[in-house]
T-cell receptor
Framework: EAGVAQSPRYKIIEKRQSVAFWCNPISGHATLYWYQQILGQGPKLLIQFQNNGVVDDSQLPKDRFSAERLKGVDSTLKIQPAKLEDSAVYLC?????????????FGPGTRLTVL | KQEVTQIPAALSVPEGENLVLNCSFTDSAIYNLQWFRQDPGKGLTSLLLIQSSQREQTSGRLNASLDKSSGRSTLYIAASQPGDSATYLCAVVDTNAGKSTFGDGTTLTVKP
């Protein structure tokens, strides 16, 4: 079974530029998560989708971050404009569903450096 | 707001020792708790998932326990090996919309 795919793996941009990340979840997984992981910390949930609807985006900085999951499959996360403090690893995860049985599976992440 | 704490932040042990990693959470209204392993520069690998109705789960040399009433979970690693060196993270999924909250992890070093 293929795992969660993410691209690109690495990205370096100047502050105030825009960047987009792509995620393809495990086939059949209804729930998709985007996390931000700053060095030395645990992942912080940015947004959670159930199919193509948003379940939680309370920690998403909506003035600069946006995410969509068209057709309930793959997803993109965009930052516009980027700030220095956005330097982090952006992780995508998926699970079959929410609830007690929702084991999350993670992709390899995208390491973003903002100069 | 759910808060997850992992203590200690770092741990170094000689090969062969049995060890325990701790995870505590403030809100007991959870669906499940999941333990992950993260190697440097890599994504997270799922180790064990304990549903809220369960007390423990085992996989090979790993055993995870859950005490929901006290807001605590432990990950027991038996006969540690240098290959176990990694950062171990726990995450709880709360019953309100199934939101995940992670701890900051414990970085384990097993010395040969």
């Amino acid at each position: 079974e293929a795992g969660v795919a993410q691209s690109p793996r690495y990205k370096i941009i100047e502050k105030r530029q825009s960047v987009a990340f792509w995620c393809n979840p495990i086939s059949g997984h209804a729930t998709l998560y985007w996390y931000q992981q700053i060095l030395g910390q645990g992942p912080k949930l940015l947004i959670q989708f159930q199919n193509n609807g948003v379940v939680d985006d309370s920690q998403l900085p909506k003035d600069r971050f946006s995410a969509e999951r068209l057709k309930g499959v793959d997803s993109t996360l965009k930052i516009q404009p980027a700030k220095l403090e956005d330097s982090a690893v952006y992780l995508c995860a998926s699970s079959f569903d929410r609830g007690p049985f929702n084991e999350q599976f993670f992709g390899p992440g995208t390491r973003l450096t903002v100069l | 707001k759910q808060e997850v704490t992992q203590i200690p932040a770092a741990l170094s042990v000689p090969e062969g020792e049995n060890l325990v990693l701790n995870c505590s959470f403030t809100d007991s209204a959870i669906y499940n708790l999941q333990w992950f392993r993260q190697d440097p520069g890599k994504g997270l690998t799922s180790l064990l998932l304990i549903q809220s109705s369960q007390r423990e789960q085992t996989s090979g040399r790993l055993n995870a326990s859950l005490d929901k009433s006290s807001g605590r979970s432990t990950l027991y690693i038996a006969a540690s090996q240098p290959g176990d060196s990694a950062t171990y993270l726990c995450a709880v999924v709360d019953t309100n919309a199934g939101k995940s909250t992670f701890g900051d992890g414990t970085t384990l070093t097993v010395k040969p």
